[in-house]
């Protein structure tokens, strides 16, 4: 049955690739509920995450059965350009210039009319090409960050983007500042934030008050303590459900993956997994491949440190090179900045991953407002 359903899926090729998916992760998801052969194995588990295991394993295997020829061929996609690695840096300077207005704003020394609560800050950090109340980069800071360039490790550059970390923490960014070792648990700042202050001397800024986040925790944890309460009180009466004491099913558990796939699935099927699998194991030396291909195509001679071992040599070699011509490509890429800023050109509307602060805002915007009622003040941010 799975089997033509896939095959009637990848028919539709007016569909898009998202959509096959979702039609094919339906089919495999109504047979892992009405199947029978799979009735005692999930028998086993905790019926909360039964459910959620079946909605992970669908969605996971119709991606994966949708787009087997890239796993089992191995396709890689598109290597970035050098110039096009020089233009996503270029941004980073942006970024920290954001972070220092989020530490005036939040001591209430400056105002900002776009900005109306913290998280405003990781909204426009999200779209930071489009920020408009950012000043445009001077050549003093391109040159700065050109020093941070020459003297950064490669990993160091990419890394923090790599992970998509939050370049406008504001509450684990000043704890690492302040050294709070044995509470700090969260993001420490980027290497190119660390330099900057270094080289700026703006690590005060952390020392400015948090008066803005003060007054917004205030009125947030007022609305969410009335939400609480209205909910235990909505609830109270309701009896509670039995305790589930089954052990969890989880899809990322690799052995109980593995343990459902050899005892449920087709031998297609599996092999379809196998090579998934073979794809990925293979993934940690994608950084030697890569290495290799950047080194093959170099346009100077390279030459590799004999004091380390072979692999992490070129390793070592491959990424000094790329830094390089990351750092040569950057008068170019400043070159047309510069020159879309004097036109009023537009930047590239770049699609992000996770566009996920807008909503987040929105959301504590309203708990704000819900507890300025509450205290009998103006539902406004005139704070």
């Known amino acids: 049955m799975t089997e033509e359903t896939e095959h009637a899926a990848n028919e ?22 009405e199947n029978s052969k799979y009735k005692d194995f999930f028998e086993q588990f905790n019926a909360s995450s039964v459910k959620s295991f ?30 096009g690695m020089a233009s996503k840096l270029l941004w980073q300077m942006q970024q920290r210039k954001l972070f220092d207005l989020q530490c005036l704003w939040r001591a209430e020394q400056i105002e900002i009319p776009e900005i ?8 426009h950090s999200e779209n930071i090409e489009h920020c408009s109340f950012l000043s445009p980069i001077t050549q003093m800071e391109y040159d700065r960050y050109i020093s941070f360039l020459e003297q950064a490790d490669f990993d160091d550059l990419f890394t923090y983007d790599r992970y998509l970390l939050d370049w406008q923490n504001y509450d684990d960014f000043k704890d690492y500042a302040a050294d709070i070792e044995s509470e700090y648990i969260g993001d420490e700042p980027p290497e190119w934030y660390q330099y900057y202050e270094l080289v700026t001397g703006l690590s005060t800024l952390y020392n400015l008050p948090d008066i803005k986040g003060g007054k917004e925790k205030k009125y947030a944890d007022l609305a969410r303590e009335r939400d609480r309460k209205l909910w235990e009180e909505k609830n109270k ?4 459900l039995p305790l589930d004491t089954r052990p969890r099913l989880d899809l ?39 290495a290799i291909e950047t080194l093959h195509f170099a346009d100077r001679e390279i030459y590799l440190n004999p004091a380390l071992p072979w692999r992490e040599s070129i390793i070592a070699s491959a990424n000094n090179y790329s830094k390089q011509k990351v750092i040569e ?14 036109n009023h050109l537009e930047f590239e509307k770049k699609q992000k991953s996770m566009p996920m602060y807008k909503h987040t805002s929105e959301l504590l915007k309203g708990l704000i407002l819900d507890g300025r009622e509450i205290l009998g003040e103006p539902r406004d941010f005139n704070y």
Do not use: W
């Not at 079946?54 to 110039?83: L, V």
């Not at 490509?329 to 800023?341: C, D, E, Q, S, T």
């Open 116 to 123: 109306t609560i913290s998280e405003d800050f990781k909204v």
């Open 54 to 83: 079946k909605e992970s394993y669908a969605k996971d295997k119709a991606d994966i059965a949708i787009r087997k020829e890239y796993f089992i061929h191995q396709c890689e996609g598109n290597e970035s350009t050098f110039s």
């Open 329 to 342: 490509a950057f008068p170019g890429v400043y070159k047309n900045y510069l020159f879309r800023i004097e």
């Open 12 to 33: 539709k090729s007016s569909l898009s690739e998202s959509d096959r998916i979702k039609l094919l992760s339906e089919e495999y998801l109504k047979d892992l509920n």
């Open 252 to 290: 990322f558990d690799r052995e109980m993956k593995t343990e459902f796939i050899k005892r449920f699935e087709d031998y297609k099927t599996q092999y379809m997994y196998e090579c998934n699998d073979k794809y990925y194991s293979v993934y940690d030396d994608r950084d030697l491949d890569d």
């Open 237 to 240: 009466n309701k009896q509670a």
